[in-house]
């Protein structure tokens, strides 16, 4: 190989280059070369083309100018190549490319308080074969990629801190093989946790992942998500079985090998569990193979008013002492239960709530029903009635999901932003209770809402973001709560990830080693840091 203007890689005269249905051949003595088809993936600079349509044109351009824009660092945002818009299109069509205004601030931000990033232009590649042709030619062109699924997040992951490009993959909607025997599915990004569920109606499975909003699964796999059902059905790291991923130059990777779902795998080093939590900075994950779950015979709910925080967050711990199979244990402080009683009209009680699900045989529920009413009033809960119609239960779970809404009415026009953090279960009531005490001195409206079954619990801060001492008081608390959950031997974040906001707690919570093999995994799947630049490190 030899080098031209700009770091630009030529091969050696006469050698040949296929690229996407394109066949190049350079004779780098006189930089001449021969072009036919589309050349997608190439970045050899060539002065001098034959007679090419003007898409091949925009194209070559493009890719002649890519690898001169080097390497970006972390704070650049340099404009796009001439005609790089043109060449997208090539690829994808014009229908599946935008650039307007409206287009881009939509999706340069996701329901966290961070500001919006707008990307320079968005694309909606419908096939894996475009992302991977989009990927390698922002790639030679050293354009920063961001995936886009619903733009659910909480973190500020699909802001385009960097501007470059924002791949929308919602086209990609296909539910391409369902084995029931096998209890797997496997879905390409579009598919939201709804529609899955949709789908299976009359197989007697669902995937049982909820994370409240109706978020694509591959993005519910990229940020670790998880929810309410977590305590009994775990989150998205066991319940993703394979990953089909993009990386950033193009090339196609399986996770656990193609077409590959075994229960339980030890070959060699684990890369489906790399990717699951990788929020969009390692490649994209344009198909997930995913774990189904038999759909229980019976389901109980029922809500619990307790006289304080710790009594309702010990009766959580005896609960899962006492080995009770919750499939559901949420927790709501008396302002968020007030709050969520309002704005949904439930009229709860303002006070120390639990709300909690049971599944199994309609023999099993029973006793298990008789556990957990004896366990709530020994910590002197009250108010327990069982909800087992689908209607009702339905109505309790919605009024829990928009608890984020019923957050934000209470202080209408200011802004909410969620912390995150999980703890031992055996830590949760003092961190609790002392977080709540933190909340008060502090003078800060945050409800606090958690599934408490597997130590994750939220702080909803509402706050005027254009009042600075504010704004610094939110920040100082947040601070503080996180490293009160590292002091405890927890983490910073449970289940909405790092994105923007939590890169500091970050170190503390890994250390300088843990960041370094990071930055070193990093660096070896995308050594021009493109994809979604600025997140997690």
Same mark, same amino acid.
């Given at each position: 190989? %030899? ?19 394109? =066949? ?7 930089? =001449?070369?021969?072009?036919?088809? !589309? ?64 287009? #881009? ?22 096939? +894996?074969?475009? +992302? ?9 062109? #050293? ?21 470059g490009v924002c791949f929308d993959l ?92 075994? !229960? ?66 949420? /927790? ?10 309002? /704005? ?13 699900? *049971? ?48 957050? *934000? ?17 055996? !830590? ?28 994750? /619990? ?32 927890? %983490?910073c974040t449970g289940e909405h990830g ?40």
């Amino acid at each position: 190989m %030899t080098t031209g203007t700009g770091g630009t890689q030529f091969p050696p005269p006469g050698t040949h280059s296929r690229v996407a249905g394109a =066949t190049l051949r350079c004779q780098c003595g006189g930089r =001449t070369a021969r072009l036919r088809g !589309r050349a997608m993936s190439w970045s050899c600079a060539v002065p001098m083309f034959p007679v090419l349509s003007r898409q091949d044109m925009a194209l070559r351009r493009v890719l002649a100018l890519g690898a001169a824009l080097g390497r970006r660092s972390c704070c650049s945002k340099p404009s796009l190549p001439p005609d790089f818009v043109e060449a997208l299109r090539a690829v994808v069509g014009a229908p599946n490319v935008s650039t307007a205004t409206a287009v #881009r601030e939509q999706h340069g931000h996701d329901e966290s308080m961070h500001p919006c990033a707008p990307p320079d232009v968005v694309v909606w590649p419908q096939a +894996v074969g475009q +992302v991977q042709e989009l990927a390698a030619l922002c790639h030679r062109c #050293r354009v920063p990629m961001v995936p886009f699924g619903t733009g659910t997040g909480l973190e500020g992951g699909v802001n385009a801190v960097q501007g470059g490009v924002c791949f929308d993959l919602s086209r990609m909607d296909a539910i391409a093989e369902l084995s029931l025997e096998d209890f797997s599915v496997t879905v390409e990004p579009g598919v939201t946790r709804k529609a899955l569920n949709k789908h299976l109606r009359g197989t007697g499975l669902w995937f049982p992942v909820d994370p409240g909003a109706d978020a694509s699964l591959c993005g519910m796999a990229a940020t670790g998500a998880s929810g309410t059902n977590a305590v009994r059905y775990g989150t998205m790291r066991p319940n993703v079985l394979n990953l089909r991923v993009v990386l950033p130059d193009g090339r196609l990777l399986h996770t656990a090998g193609p077409g590959r779902q075994p !229960r339980k795998r030890a070959a060699g080093y684990d890369l489906t569990s790399l990717f699951v939590g990788s929020e969009g900075t390692l490649g994209f994950l344009t198909q997930a193979t995913l774990r189904l779950h038999p759909l229980p015979e019976a389901t109980a709910a029922t809500v619990a008013s307790f006289p304080s925080v710790g009594a309702a967050v010990a009766c959580t711990v005896q609960v899962l002492q006492a080995a009770v199979p919750v499939a559901r244990i949420e /927790f709501l402080d008396e302002v968020m239960a007030d709050a969520c009683g309002r /704005f949904s009209g439930m009229g709860l009680p303002a006070a120390a709530t639990l709300l909690l699900e *049971l599944h199994g045989s309609r023999h099993s529920l029973a006793e298990q029903q008789q556990q957990t009413e004896e366990i709530v009033r020994q910590n002197g809960g009250s108010g327990l009635a069982w909800a087992e119609g689908l209607e009702e239960r339905e109505q309790l779970w919605s009024m829990r999901h928009n608890a984020w809404y019923a957050a *934000l009415a209470l202080r209408p026009g200011c802004q909410g932003y969620s912390t995150d953090v999980c703890v031992p279960i055996s !830590r949760l009531p003092d961190v609790v209770v002392e977080t709540k005490q933190d909340l008060q001195a502090s003078s800060i409206t945050g409800p606090m809402v958690g599934h408490v079954g597997d130590g994750n /619990f939220h702080c909803l801060l509402i706050f005027n973001s254009q009042d600075p001492e504010e704004a610094q008081r939110i920040h100082a608390f947040t601070q503080r709560l996180g490293r009160r959950a590292l002091a405890a031997g927890g %983490t910073c974040t449970g289940e909405h990830g790092v994105g923007l906001g939590k890169r500091a707690l970050l170190q503390e919570e890994l250390g300088q080693e843990g960041l370094d093999t990071l930055r070193s995994i990093k660096a070896a799947l995308d050594p021009h840091n493109l994809m979604n630049p600025g997140k997690v490190l």
